[in-house]
């Protein structure tokens, strides 16, 4: 029993020593120390010893199993220190690796000078309002002194979705809604996208936008007019910017008039921007109809208005030297990521 005892701490010892593995370890303990192990089963037989020689067999036994139990306990605790260390080696960061950059998305040259417009009227007292692009013809033409059968609706090639409904051609019917809705004094924008049946080329496009104005007060003269767009131009362009007020016609103001700017291309000596003109067009105004002012319940006795109607893509071509539309609409990133 001696010598089966000595081979069960050299084999226990053995084992032990060349094993790397946590698990392994408790199969171990469990091969020699657990209920049906090998140091269990010599136990077993002590009732077949003498009586003289149990407490030497029992010492030695004690002694194999408290060597085997310190053992296992030296041997898991340096493999749990290794596997530490190992995890730990594993999950090391450099932290003075370069990061991985993310491109951030950016506003649109259009959202960007939009946003600058409204920034620009909301410091002047103005109100930013929204309404539909599927409008009423009333709307769109007749409350604005466009009756079915003016010649004016012409220069508007509308797409019609039934005979009362179309998509709007002009932000103007957000003049008559607003009317409808408020009472003056009143100062608003309405900026939105606008549709017209024509063809694209490098200065038409179906969809545009535009951004409506409409200033209605007691007194309000063509001087406020003036006076309002000078200030947004100069704004937008610089205070150097030239600008100059045409006389024009459009059914729904009188006086009516068209707003320039000076090619910043070649200051007025015409060039490919301006197409020879010296100019660019940039918005419609004039001082409300009195018959608009009265179709939308405002007395044209008590109350005098001015409206304009400024082209988006006109405004931020001029901005950036853009000689073509159909770059804003293509989503071309070289086009794009020059704003
Ligand atoms: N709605 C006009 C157009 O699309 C532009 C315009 C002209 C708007 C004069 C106005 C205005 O408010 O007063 O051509």
Request: include cysteine; glycine fraction near 8%.
């Given at each position: 029993m001696k010598s089966a005892l000595e081979a069960i701490r050299a084999a226990a010892h053995e084992q032990l020593q060349n094993t790397a593995d946590l698990k392994d370890l408790e199969e171990i303990r469990i091969k020699f120390l657990g209920k049906k192990g090998e140091l269990t089963a010599i136990l077993k037989q002590m009732g077949k010893l003498t009586p003289e020689e149990r407490p030497v067999m029992g010492q030695l036994a004690n002694e194999v199993r408290a060597f085997i139990e310190e053992e296992l306990a030296t041997r898991q605790k340096a493999l749990q220190e290794a596997a530490t260390k190992e995890k730990l080696r594993q999950e090391t960061l450099d932290v003075t690796m370069p990061g991985k950059t993310r491109s951030l998305g950016h506003k649109h040259p259009l959202t960007l000078v939009l946003d600058e417009v409204k920034e620009i009227f909301i410091g002047m007292g103005f109100d930013i309002v929204q309404g539909p692009e599927v409008e009423l013809d009333y709307y769109n033409f007749e409350a604005l002194n466009l009756p079915k059968d003016h010649p004016a609706r012409d220069t508007q090639d509308t797409f019609y979705i039934t005979d009362n409904i179309?998509?709007?051609?002009?932000?103007?019917p957000m003049q008559v809604r607003t009317m409808e809705q408020r009472k003056p004094p009143l100062r608003i924008i309405a900026p939105g996208r606008v549709y017209r049946s024509d063809a694209v080329d490098a200065t038409h496009s179906p969809v545009f936008h535009q951004i409506e104005g409409l200033v209605v007060d007691k007194g309000i003269t063509m001087a406020d007019l003036k006076g309002c767009l000078e200030a947004i131009v100069k704004r937008l362009y610089g205070q150097d910017a030239v600008v100059r007020f045409r006389p024009h016609h459009f059914p729904f103001t009188e006086p009516s008039a068209e707003v320039d700017i000076q090619c910043f291309g070649c200051h007025g000596e015409g060039c490919r921007l301006c197409k020879g003109e010296g100019w660019i067009e940039i918005l419609g105004c004039g001082m409300v109809h009195p018959k608009v002012l009265s179709n939308c319940g405002i007395d044209p006795e008590v109350y005098s208005g001015f409206a304009f109607g400024i082209g988006l893509e006109r405004l931020v071509m001029g901005r950036y030297s853009i000689d073509d539309l159909r770059l804003f609409y293509e989503n071309d990133l070289r086009f794009l990521e020059q704003f």
């Amino acid at each position: 029993m001696k010598s089966a005892l000595e081979a069960i701490r050299a084999a226990a010892h053995e084992q032990l020593q060349n094993t790397a593995d946590l698990k392994d370890l408790e199969e171990i303990r469990i091969k020699f120390l657990g209920k049906k192990g090998e140091l269990t089963a010599i136990l077993k037989q002590m009732g077949k010893l003498t009586p003289e020689e149990r407490p030497v067999m029992g010492q030695l036994a004690n002694e194999v199993r408290a060597f085997i139990e310190e053992e296992l306990a030296t041997r898991q605790k340096a493999l749990q220190e290794a596997a530490t260390k190992e995890k730990l080696r594993q999950e090391t960061l450099d932290v003075t690796m370069p990061g991985k950059t993310r491109s951030l998305g950016h506003k649109h040259p259009l959202t960007l000078v939009l946003d600058e417009v409204k920034e620009i009227f909301i410091g002047m007292g103005f109100d930013i309002v929204q309404g539909p692009e599927v409008e009423l013809d009333y709307y769109n033409f007749e409350a604005l002194n466009l009756p079915k059968d003016h010649p004016a609706r012409d220069t508007q090639d509308t797409f019609y979705i039934t005979d009362n409904i179309l998509l709007r051609t002009q932000t103007s019917p957000m003049q008559v809604r607003t009317m409808e809705q408020r009472k003056p004094p009143l100062r608003i924008i309405a900026p939105g996208r606008v549709y017209r049946s024509d063809a694209v080329d490098a200065t038409h496009s179906p969809v545009f936008h535009q951004i409506e104005g409409l200033v209605v007060d007691k007194g309000i003269t063509m001087a406020d007019l003036k006076g309002c767009l000078e200030a947004i131009v100069k704004r937008l362009y610089g205070q150097d910017a030239v600008v100059r007020f045409r006389p024009h016609h459009f059914p729904f103001t009188e006086p009516s008039a068209e707003v320039d700017i000076q090619c910043f291309g070649c200051h007025g000596e015409g060039c490919r921007l301006c197409k020879g003109e010296g100019w660019i067009e940039i918005l419609g105004c004039g001082m409300v109809h009195p018959k608009v002012l009265s179709n939308c319940g405002i007395d044209p006795e008590v109350y005098s208005g001015f409206a304009f109607g400024i082209g988006l893509e006109r405004l931020v071509m001029g901005r950036y030297s853009i000689d073509d539309l159909r770059l804003f609409y293509e989503n071309d990133l070289r086009f794009l990521e020059q704003f």
